[in-house]
């Protein structure tokens, strides 16, 4: 089988499995437990904004958010957040957002928005049941996870032992798969294609390995792909501390600086937000999509396409960013569930809206067709940035996304290869140690074919991966929505309305009295 072959019978497996596993299951799962754990917590992200802002964005300058644990092997509240969002700000804020406007028009835009807003709740909910199912592995170091609220907490119901271990088994299964494709071959993918774009060669650049359609994947995407390797295998193999340390210096500087250049870019289009917001709303709910058939496909593509990306982008409901929250400090679950909330906010609504409105206002698009005459999503942000930020011929705008993208795509990996790393840990056992540090090393190798890939095919493997690893978590957030609820109440009760009643922190008896001394101790608010 040739190489082209070869990828042309892999694209067409993924096609189908991804279009069972989104289009017929997960679309609806996603939103419907979404909108549940909003009602079953009384529209906590509304009702408790005021609480959640403070405990969160208003709290960073706070001794015990932001400084370094003594405690081994965990690391802070702030380090946690900024490792998840090392992980979830990425390529998906970017070309994620353009992919979206480009397949389901302005109108998928609406459906981020849906999917981010209830996604807080669903974020909120794995986060707490992350930390309060949550144990000590053999470095003493914190593991939690979907695969741990399956087993401990929806095995423990009458009858579901084995259901709840299943569960749990597969999702520490997809989550590794899917560690190599969100987390690795489609961040790779779109740093080698921004970066080799925007920093031409054209010696390292005619020297084509293959041929794949209409894509050529040359020699200098090779070249990308080893100093990649390298970048990464040093800071992965250097353990959670340093994949910490990297991402709460760099991610704040990084989301700030992309969030001011696009302000700037929509201040200077200005006149062109008002349609932009017309056009998201507008497109979200077509006249034609109401009259089923072809159209309806279309309406069904522009929801599907807008929760995708969001999903990718957000990463609310795969239960992936609760492997590096429960590695945190913190001893209340729900206060960590509130940075879950936020999470969320920051990425999607914030940073994506930002991308989205980039894009729409700077006319790189037409607003009334959502057609566009560029060629890859990889490129259509960076073509907007280019309408401001250019000096003659000089076109600064793409070597600030290609930087961007070299940023946030980084980052991303390194979150990511955390969060397989807990997976495979889990999966192992006893041989954790000697199992996580062999996957680690073919993690590194394998950034190699996210450069040698074609970028189609590297956001369909994603896109499948998540959906397979969001399943079994949605099933078991769903599940365990009544111990969300008496983590919330008891929260409310008395972090809220200051009652005198006993803090629910762990299901493990021990770690609870443990937990509920220091907490004691420590006077955390």
């Known amino acids: 089988m040739d190489t082209t072959s070869f990828w042309d019978t892999l694209t067409n497996i993924n096609n189908a499995v991804n279009d069972f596993v989104w289009v017929k299951i997960g679309i609806v799962l996603l939103i419907g437990t979404g909108i549940l754990m909003t009602i079953l917590t009384g529209f906590f992200q509304i009702t408790h904004l005021g609480h959640w802002w403070k405990k969160t964005i208003g709290s960073l300058f706070h001794k015990s958010v932001i400084s370094h644990t003594n405690e081994k092997a965990s690391i802070s509240q702030f380090q946690a957040l900024c490792?998840?969002?090392?992980?979830?700000?990425?390529?998906?804020?970017?070309?994620?957002?353009?992919?979206?406007?480009?397949?389901?028009?302005?109108?998928?835009?609406?459906?981020?928005?849906?999917?981010?807003?209830?996604?807080?709740?669903?974020?909120?909910?794995?986060?707490?049941?992350?930390?309060?199912?949550?144990?000590?592995?053999?470095?003493?170091?914190?593991?939690?996870?979907?695969?741990?609220?399956?087993?401990?907490?929806?095995?423990?119901?009458?009858?579901?032992?084995?259901?709840?271990?299943?569960?749990?088994?597969?999702?520490?299964?997809?989550?590794?798969?899917?560690?190599?494709?969100?987390?690795?071959?489609?961040?790779?993918?779109?740093?080698?294609?921004?970066?080799?774009?925007?920093?031409?060669?054209?010696?390292?650049?005619?020297?084509?390995?293959?041929?794949?359609?209409?894509?050529?994947?040359?020699?200098?995407?090779?070249?990308?792909?080893?100093?990649?390797?390298?970048?990464?295998?040093?800071?992965?193999?250097?353990?959670?501390?340093?994949?910490?340390?990297?991402?709460?210096?760099?991610?704040?500087?990084?989301?700030?600086?992309?969030?001011?250049?696009?302000?700037?870019?929509?201040?200077?289009?200005?006149?062109?937000?008002?349609?932009?917001?017309?056009?998201?709303?507008?497109?979200?709910?077509?006249?034609?999509?109401?009259?089923?058939?072809?159209?309806?496909?279309?309406?069904?593509?522009?929801?599907?396409?807008?929760?995708?990306?969001?999903?990718?982008?957000?990463?609310?409901?795969?239960?992936?960013?609760?492997?590096?929250?429960?590695?945190?400090?913190?001893?209340?679950?729900?206060?960590?569930?509130?940075?879950?909330?936020?999470?969320?906010?920051?990425?999607?609504?914030?940073?994506?809206?930002?991308?989205?409105?980039?894009?729409?206002?700077?006319?790189?698009?037409?607003?009334?067709?959502?057609?566009?005459?560029?060629?890859?999503?990889?490129t259509l942000v960076a073509e907007a940035f280019n309408t401001v930020f250019k000096i003659g011929d000089i076109e600064l705008g793409k070597y600030f996304i290609a930087l961007a993208i070299l940023v946030f795509a980084f980052t991303t990996i390194l979150g990511w290869s955390h969060y397989g790393s807990k997976a495979v840990e889990y999966l192992a056992g006893k041989n954790a140690k000697v199992i996580t540090t062999i996957y680690k090393v073919i993690f590194v190798i394998m950034i190699l074919s996210g450069a040698l890939m074609t970028s189609s095919i590297a956001w369909d493997i994603s896109d499948t991966f998540n959906g397979m690893m969001m399943i079994p978590n949605l099933i078991g957030v769903i599940a365990m929505s009544p111990v969300v609820m008496k983590l919330t109440r008891n929260y409310v009760a008395r972090r809220i309305k200051g009652e005198k009643i006993a803090p629910m922190l762990s299901y493990d008896p021990a770690t609870q009295a443990e937990t509920a001394k220091a907490l004691e101790e420590s006077q955390e608010d």
Request: net charge positive.
């Open 83 to 378: 490792t998840a969002l090392a992980a979830t700000v990425g390529v998906g804020n970017i070309a994620g957002v353009s992919a979206a406007i480009m397949t389901g028009g302005p109108g998928a835009v609406f459906w981020m928005w849906c999917a981010a807003f209830f996604g807080m709740m669903t974020n909120y909910s794995e986060n707490i049941l992350g930390i309060y199912y949550r144990r000590k592995n053999h470095d003493g170091e914190w593991s939690g996870g979907a695969m741990y609220y399956l087993q401990d907490g929806l095995g423990k119901y009458p009858h579901m032992k084995i259901v709840g271990k299943v569960l749990a088994i597969l999702f520490a299964i997809f989550a590794a798969l899917a560690s190599f494709g969100i987390g690795n071959m489609g961040q790779v993918n779109k740093i080698v294609i921004n970066f080799t774009s925007a920093f031409k060669s054209e010696r390292l650049s005619s020297v084509v390995l293959y041929s794949s359609g209409d894509t050529n994947v040359t020699l200098y995407m090779l070249i990308v792909g080893i100093c990649l390797m390298i970048l990464v295998g040093f800071v992965v193999l250097g353990g959670l501390q340093r994949i910490a340390n990297v991402a709460e210096k760099v991610v704040p500087i990084m989301v700030v600086l992309f969030v001011l250049g696009s302000i700037t870019i929509i201040i200077v289009n200005f006149s062109g937000v008002l349609p932009a917001f017309k056009a998201i709303f507008s497109m979200a709910f077509t006249k034609q999509a109401a009259w089923g058939g072809a159209t309806g496909v279309a309406f069904k593509t522009i929801i599907t396409q807008g929760c995708k990306r969001g999903v990718f982008s957000n990463e609310a409901g795969l239960g992936s960013s609760v492997m590096v929250h429960s590695n945190s400090n913190v001893k209340e679950p729900v206060k960590q569930g509130l940075w879950g909330i936020f999470e969320v906010f920051a990425d999607t609504m914030i940073v994506c809206s930002m991308t989205a409105l980039t894009i729409l206002t700077s006319g790189v698009i037409d607003l009334k067709t959502g057609l566009t005459d560029t060629a890859s999503d990889a």
